[in-house]
């Protein structure tokens, strides 16, 4: 479910037509509802409900601190995977103690400013990280709280692109280190390992990789404790899919997979942390663009729009489908034509035979689903400003990212004297 209706003819973001944030804020842009972001959390959220578990969102499917500022109010955590993010989740209010840091790569710099801040846990994804860890904790007279990040070979039936969990996947431990390197982190004064964490992909549609990645997990648990280990979390990751087409395969619902989950970790004694991004981000968000002309090339028919492969990189990056709508709706005949953007290169097409009734110059065009993985994915490629982020919340609406100017965009550029 989102909040973006029609009413008399246009498409409207809550109570806001978009036609009225565009005269304010120009093209393209992306736009957030906040009742959807509400929504979409506390239907994931009440799933677990009296479990204790945390729902840890991932900052990096839209990073904007008004969106991490909201979901922070509704009790969300952060999920994070650099140092920017870190700062991103803690200006946004939400407490060090909700904040988990995954990533393969962490910096020295980066465990310093976590631990400084008093996170959660690190989920650690290799012997020379954990090794890491260690060495700056030791250096800050502290003991870091830390989860193994797993590798359970789980094949998640998602675009390879977007997979996670396989065994030769960059991302975890393998699976038959992970009891010897727990037992030498518990070991370690200046380590303070918690549990284990698992992910396994993104964009899942099905429930039997989740059910079996948590299996293994369950499993995991009860053999560290059998060697006599504590282990008070189990971090599940994110991944539950979305619906991008309006006709295409429905994902499971979030209660579904929340039944599946505590069947197997309620009885366990863990705190269960979930790292869903796109649940929650993605249908609460457009990409609203502006169609530029219509271009007839050799038969074949394009509308170039303002919006480019820089602004909405998923179709060009993982071929990524996403619906159209035409933000004024009209009763001419649809007729089939690519939807391209102005920038130069082969793959900005943003739909390819898509169906639009009146795309004339001016028309404003909303891509679907443009929530999760589209501003925090935006680049200024061809010297493009990035496209600014709208937040609505019922009549009201806020610029909260602005779009910058060129002057903004070269501040931080200098020709040295030399030259």
């Known amino acids: 479910m989102d909040h973006f209706t029609y009413r008399d003819g246009v498409l409207h973001a809550e109570d806001v037509p978009l036609p009225l944030i565009a005269d304010e804020v120009g093209t393209p842009f992306y736009v957030y509802a906040a009742a959807t972001l509400r929504r979409h959390y506390r239907v994931f959220a009440e799933g677990f409900a009296g479990s204790g578990a945390l729902v840890a969102f991932a900052v990096k499917a839209l990073s904007n601190i008004a969106v991490l500022s909201l979901l922070g109010k509704e009790g969300a955590g952060a999920d994070i995977v650099s140092g920017g993010e870190l700062f991103r989740a803690l200006k946004a209010g939400i407490p060090a103690d909700r904040i988990v840091f995954s990533g393969v790569g962490k910096t020295r710099a980066e465990m310093k400013a976590a631990l400084e801040a008093g996170i959660l846990q690190f989920n650690v994804e290799s012997e020379a990280e954990l090794r890491q860890l260690a060495g700056v904790a030791e250096e800050m007279d502290v003991a870091a709280p830390l989860a193994l990040r797993v590798n359970p070979d789980v094949d998640a039936g998602t675009d390879t692109r977007i997979s996670t969990g396989r065994k030769n996947d960059k991302f975890g431990i393998p699976w038959d280190e992970a009891v010897r390197l727990y037992t030498e982190a518990a070991a370690h004064p200046s380590l303070a390992p918690r549990g284990i964490a698992m992910h396994i992909g993104s964009q899942i549609t099905s429930l039997m990789p989740f059910e079996k990645a948590a299996g293994r997990g369950r499993d995991l648990v009860t053999a560290l404790r059998g060697k006599g ?142 929530g999760a993985y589209g501003a925090t994915q935006s680049s200024q490629y061809n010297t493009r400003p990035l496209a600014p982020e709208v937040l609505v919340d019922g009549e009201r609406f806020a610029i909260i990212r602005k779009r910058p100017s060129y002057e903004d965009m070269l501040s931080g550029e200098a020709v040295p004297s030399w030259l």
Do not use: W
């Open 229 to 370: 280990c504590e282990v008070a979390s189990l971090d599940l990751g994110g991944g539950l899919g979305i619906p991008y087409r309006q006709d295409g395969e429905v994902p499971p619902l979030p209660s579904d997979y929340a039944a599946i989950i505590r069947r197997l970790t309620d009885d366990l004694g863990v705190q269960v942390i979930m790292e869903p991004g796109r649940l929650i981000a993605g249908n609460a968000g457009l990409f609203v663009t502006e169609v530029l002309l219509q271009k007839d090339q050799d038969g074949t028919q394009y509308v170039i729009v303002d919006g480019g492969m820089n602004d909405l990189m998923r179709p060009a990056l993982y071929g990524s489908h996403h619906d159209v709508q035409e933000v004024a709706q009209s009763d001419a005949e649809p007729k089939s034509c690519h939807i391209a953007g102005p920038v130069c290169e082969s793959t900005d097409v943003f739909l390819r035979d898509a169906a639009l009734r009146d795309p004339k110059e001016g028309a404003l065009l909303a891509f679907r689903g443009a």
